[in-house]
């Protein structure tokens, strides 16, 4: 069982920058490669981004890549999604996972969830 629960969310002006906190708690941290989703209303789950369990390899959707880092500490237990030049279509509620496969791209590949936090990017 792993625990996770995100922070950091708030608003920001277009062009701004935010940084996302994902903090895991139970199983073993290193088990697991760590992604990021984001939920408008009204629309479906959509991936971010993936860091491996060690951190020597991300992906990104294309949407982000150049903008958005994926980075983890595996001592703290946390891995944190920073969001640079942000855009009002950046807007949505933003969800870390945890997930046992080496790189998941998809909902259906992750087995443990955060709640969210809200990202309002303002233009």
């Known amino acids: 069982q792993v625990q996770l629960a995100e922070s950091g969310g708030g608003l920001v002006q277009a062009g701004g920058s935010l940084r996302l906190s994902c903090a895991a708690s139970?199983?073993?941290?290193?088990?697991?490669?760590m992604g990021w989703f984001r939920q408008a209303p009204g629309r479906e789950r959509e991936f971010v981004g993936v860091i491996s369990w060690s951190g020597e390899s991300t992906y990104y959707v294309d949407s982000v890549k150049g903008r958005f880092t994926i980075t983890r500490d595996n001592v703290k237990n946390t891995v944190y999604l920073q969001m640079n030049s942000l855009k009002p279509e950046d807007t949505s509620l933003y969800y870390c996972?945890?997930?046992?496969?080496?790189?998941?791209?998809?909902?259906?590949?992750?087995?443990?969830w955060g709640q969210g936090t809200q990202v309002t990017v303002s233009s």
């Open positions: 139970g199983s073993s941290f290193t088990n697991y490669a």
């Open positions: 996972a945890a997930s046992l496969l080496l790189m998941p791209r998809t909902v259906y590949d992750y087995e443990y």
